[in-house]
């Protein structure tokens, strides 16, 4: 791939004057060559002209005239996996908490406005992030809020710790054997610490469901927060049938002013899927159904990821399927049948090896052109020959590099040697030939850490990882825009600064693609364009 400096205008889409134009920029297109351009613009809600400033100011006439003053210009944000949730009354946000005091504290507060015995649940916490290095247990909740049941999630969603209060509704105890696919952390004296592993529901089943109607208020402010991160387009990774009518109720008052958005949905049931009618892509330009989605194993912070050969220093322990092979295969093959994508949640090697494989044989034994199956995470590096399979089968990756920078003391203390070193692969796979989309996740959610560690391979603590994995920043930026186009079958509506493309596409207060790559991640989103319109301006 090449840059092409001093592009010539494209041909106007017809020949009638824009209503936007921005120039003096420096404009990465993201299309096929990464080329670069001058100046972009726009009528009604399409890209009619893309070249340098002198050719596409002949457009102005009438149009709203922006001097980019040398700025880059970009395709919007695409992420092609992302968890979008409205908070209930009684949730506390501990996404940006530094220590077990603050969650304390939060807990606390949120305790004395609600009433004794009302449940109180969260989520955000780290080990890795707060200043005691440690996970919370039973007994800071205990201190916090002795009188209500309390719930918090990890980051990343795949443990919980509950207070006494909780842990007593929930009947776990000293005795409680392991529940089915999760794990009961103890202390030293055998007693639970109050987290849980990859059972959140062990919990959750006894918090009172607020109706998701209730929610819609909350998730709407929070759609509309990601343009400040230069987010325009979103794969929700995981909702319901039931989930997905109420984003349907929320897009269809708020579609125009919200990102795009897919919707992945969890596996409901061959009847259900059948009776349901629809499959993925149904919808349009706003809200459309994406893949099914599928967890394979747990994740690192459990930690319960499938894996080949044991955790560092755990004995025999691999982590752990959340289903049989048997049950996977029946399951890959009805939603290959009857016509949906699907997004599986791989985490570990076994379970990526595992994947790749029944997904082979399900394509093999009913193929079908141009499914674009894919693997959500693929955090560790798979066999050579899980490689080959999937670029033979046409099975692509939903990787979030950001996973190698938030995740590292994970890693680090589950992992060892070229496993550690090889984490969240993107030039091996790329390599092979396997398409690869990047997104966020929820670790945390926002692009410009996911370019910094899939470009400098750098961990928290500033230790790189596997630079053989690294790839270029017109590379990054391509898999967070053009490429996401593909996983929702929309590459020829979005993705790439192109004439006939939506114009999606965002201003940044620095050059990624000259400034000094510890500079990364300071870099703001000066302004995000949807459709034409300006939707967020610093």
């Given at each position: 791939?090449?840059?092409l400096?001093?592009?010539?205008a494209?041909v106007?889409l017809a020949?009638?004057?824009a209503d936007?134009?921005?120039?003096?920029?420096?404009v990465?297109?993201?299309?096929g060559?990464?080329?670069?351009?001058q100046?972009v613009?726009?009528?009604?809600?399409?890209?009619i002209?893309?070249?340098?400033?002198?050719?596409?100011?002949?457009q102005?006439?009438?149009?709203?005239v922006?001097?980019?003053g040398?700025k880059?210009l970009?395709p919007?944000?695409?992420?092609v996996?992302?968890?979008m949730?409205?908070?209930?009354?009684?949730?506390v946000?501990?996404?940006?908490v530094?220590?077990?005091?603050?969650?304390?504290?939060?807990?606390a507060?949120?305790?004395?406005?609600?009433?004794?015995?009302?449940?109180i649940?969260?989520y955000g916490?780290?080990?890795?992030q707060?200043?005691e290095?440690?996970?919370?247990?039973?007994?800071?909740?205990d201190?916090a809020?002795?009188?209500?049941?309390?719930?918090?999630t990890?980051a990343?969603?795949h443990s919980s710790?509950g207070?006494s209060l909780a842990?007593?509704i929930?009947?776990?105890?000293?005795?409680?054997?392991?529940?089915e696919?999760g794990?009961?952390?103890h202390?030293e004296?055998?007693?639970?610490?109050?987290?849980?592993?990859e059972?959140n529901?062990?919990?959750t089943r006894?918090v009172p469901?607020?109706?998701?109607?209730?929610?819609s208020?909350?998730?709407t402010a929070?759609?509309?927060?990601?343009f400040?991160?230069?987010?325009?387009?979103?794969?929700e990774?995981?909702t319901?049938l039931?989930g997905?009518a109420?984003?349907?109720k929320?897009?269809?008052?708020?579609?125009?002013?919200?990102?795009r958005?897919?919707?992945?949905i969890g596996?409901?049931?061959v009847?259900?899927?059948?009776k349901?009618?629809k499959k993925?892509?149904?919808?349009?330009?706003?809200?459309?159904?994406?893949?099914?989605?599928?967890?394979?194993?747990g994740?690192?912070?459990g930690?319960?990821?499938?894996?080949?050969e044991?955790?560092k220093?755990?004995?025999?322990y691999?982590?752990?399927?959340t289903?049989?092979?048997e049950?996977?295969?029946?399951?890959?093959k009805?939603?290959?049948?009857l016509?949906?994508?699907l997004?599986l949640?791989t985490?570990?090697d076994?379970a990526?090896k595992?994947?790749?494989d029944?997904?082979?044989?399900?394509?093999?034994?009913n193929?079908r052109?141009d499914?674009?199956?894919?693997?959500?995470?693929?955090?560790?590096t798979?066999?050579?020959?899980?490689?080959r399979?999937m670029?033979?089968?046409?099975?692509?990756?939903?990787?979030?590099?950001n996973?190698t920078?938030?995740?590292?003391g994970?890693?680090?203390?589950?992992?060892?040697?070229?496993r550690?070193?090889l984490?969240?692969?993107?030039a091996?796979?790329?390599?092979h030939?396997i398409?690869?989309?990047?997104?966020?996740?929820?670790?945390?959610?926002?692009?410009?850490?996911?370019?910094y560690a899939?470009?400098?391979?750098?961990?928290m603590s500033?230790a790189?990882?596997g630079?053989?994995?690294a790839?270029?920043m017109?590379?990054?930026?391509?898999?967070?825009?053009?490429?996401?186009?593909?996983?929702t079958?929309?590459e020829?509506?979005?993705?790439?600064?192109?004439?006939g493309?939506?114009a999606?596409?965002?201003?940044?207060?620095?050059?990624?693609?000259?400034?000094?790559?510890a500079?990364?991640?300071d870099?703001?989103?000066?302004m995000t364009i949807l459709?034409?319109?300006?939707?967020?301006?610093?």
């Open positions: 791939m090449r840059f400096v001093g592009l010539t494209a106007a020949q009638q004057p936007l134009i921005l120039h003096n920029g420096r990465f297109t993201a299309d060559n990464l080329s670069i351009a100046a613009a726009v009528r009604g809600d399409k890209i002209a893309v070249g340098s400033s002198a050719d596409v100011l002949k102005a006439k009438s149009a709203r922006i001097d980019l040398g880059l970009l919007g944000f695409d992420d996996h992302i968890h949730r409205g908070d209930p009354s009684y949730y946000d501990l996404a940006e530094k220590s077990i005091q603050e969650i304390r504290t939060k807990v507060a949120k305790a004395k406005a609600l009433p004794k015995g009302a449940w649940t969260g916490w780290s080990e890795d707060v200043e290095k440690r996970k919370p247990n039973r007994k800071d909740l201190q809020a002795p009188a209500n049941p309390v719930a918090l990890r990343g969603g710790v207070n842990l007593k929930a009947k776990v105890d000293k005795s409680t054997p392991d529940p696919r794990v009961i952390e202390d004296q055998g007693e639970p610490t109050g987290v849980i592993r059972r529901d062990i919990f006894f469901k607020e109706k998701l109607a209730d929610l208020p909350s998730l929070k759609l509309r927060g990601l400040a991160k230069g987010i325009t387009s979103i794969v990774a995981n319901s039931e997905y109420e984003w349907q929320i897009y269809a008052a708020h579609g125009a002013e919200l990102p958005a897919a919707i992945q596996w409901p049931g009847e259900v899927l059948q349901y009618g993925t892509g149904d919808g349009d330009e706003h809200l459309r159904l994406g893949a099914i989605k599928v967890f394979v194993d994740g690192f912070t930690p319960a990821a499938y894996t080949i044991p955790y220093n755990q004995g025999e691999r982590g752990k399927l289903r049989t092979p049950e996977f295969y029946a399951i890959f009805d939603a290959h049948r016509g949906w994508q997004g949640h985490i570990g076994g990526i595992l994947a790749a029944t997904l082979a044989q399900v394509i093999d034994e193929p052109p499914h674009r199956h894919y693997l959500n995470h693929f955090s560790m798979p066999p050579e020959e899980t490689y399979k670029a033979s089968h046409g099975i692509w990756i939903a990787q979030q590099p996973f920078y938030t995740l590292e994970r890693y680090a203390a589950n992992l060892d040697d070229r550690l070193q984490n969240n692969p993107i091996t796979p790329m390599k030939g398409f690869v989309g990047l997104s966020s996740d929820i670790l945390p959610i926002g692009p410009l850490v996911g370019l899939a470009t400098t391979r750098k961990g500033g790189v990882y630079i053989e994995e790839i270029t017109p590379q990054a930026i391509a898999g967070y825009t053009r490429n996401g186009a593909y996983f079958r929309e020829k509506l979005k993705g790439s600064i192109e004439v493309k939506l999606d596409m965002i201003v940044l207060s620095q050059d990624l693609l000259t400034i000094d790559p500079k990364i991640m870099t703001q989103v000066d459709g034409g319109r300006i939707v967020y301006k610093k």
